[in-house]
């Protein structure tokens, strides 16, 4: 009879314990997949941050290279505007001096 009591004990005991340690288990699994599903969903919001700031490069790459073409036609345009402006004061200093010819034999006219 202590036998049997002793044994229905130990047996109770055992499966309380291992129930015990059945949820206890169970609730670190739940955990775990919970952290697991939160760095998945993390992962997936930085993947898609990334492509944003991807596109977002290669949008300003893209920017850069026209400004730098317009950068490079403006240089253009300004090297030419100052060819032109010392031709034209090359003429302004030719006329300039005829003026004054011109003037020397008004003088000596009068």
Known sequence: MLFEWS???????????FLVKMFYFS???????????????????????????????????????ILSEELNNLRNEVKTLKQRSSKCRIDNDRLQNKIAELEGRIDALI
């Open 7 to 17: 044994l229905l004990t130990v047996v109770t005991l055992a499966a309380i314990f």
């Open 27 to 65: 609730s670190i699994t739940v955990k775990e997949q919970r952290t697991s599903e939160m760095m998945k969903l993390t992962l997936k919001e930085a993947e898609i941050l990334i492509r944003k700031y991807q596109i977002q490069l290669q949008r300003a790459l893209g920017n850069v290279d």
